[in-house]
């Protein structure tokens, strides 16, 4: 019996890492709470819950809404892909509808799902969004 259990535990902390991007934990929806790097005068760098930009993960299927309205769908593929943007470590990247031309890194932490399109410096920007 402790075998078991030992086992059970050993293949439970090896399976998962923390914070790993795949297709099971991006499922579902997730909503903007926070926008760095926008350059818009006036514009909200942070959105509370409700805002209805929301961006929705199925399968290997995607659909960005904005009050209710899809913006954009299609597919997307996580790859490996290493970099660092204003202080944040990134170990993977998305492709949206194989546009391999921006570097689009992609982490989880939490809750929270951060998605950086280039570089702040350069005009990016970095969302977090927060799980539904």
Not at 50 to 66: H, K, L, V, W
Not at 67 to 74: A, D, F, L, P, Q
């Amino acid at each position: 019996m402790k075998n078991i259990m030992m086992l059970i535990l050993l293949t439970l902390l090896f399976s998962c890492k923390k914070g790993e991007v795949g297709s099971e934990t991006l499922k579902g929806k997730w909503e903007v709470r926070h926008i760095l790097g926008v350059q818009v005068a006036g514009a909200p760098s942070k959105l509370e819950k409700g805002n209805g930009s929301i961006i929705e993960f199925s399968g290997e299927n995607y659909m960005r809404i904005e009050g209710k309205k899809v913006i954009s769908e299609g597919i997307y593929k996580i790859t490996d892909g290493s970099g660092e943007v204003d202080g944040n470590k990134y170990e993977k990247r998305i492709i949206f509808n194989d546009d391999t031309d921006w570097r689009v890194f992609i982490k989880i932490s939490g809750n929270q799902l951060l998605i950086c399109n280039g570089s702040i410096a350069s005009d990016g920007t970095t969302t977090t969004y927060e799980k539904l």
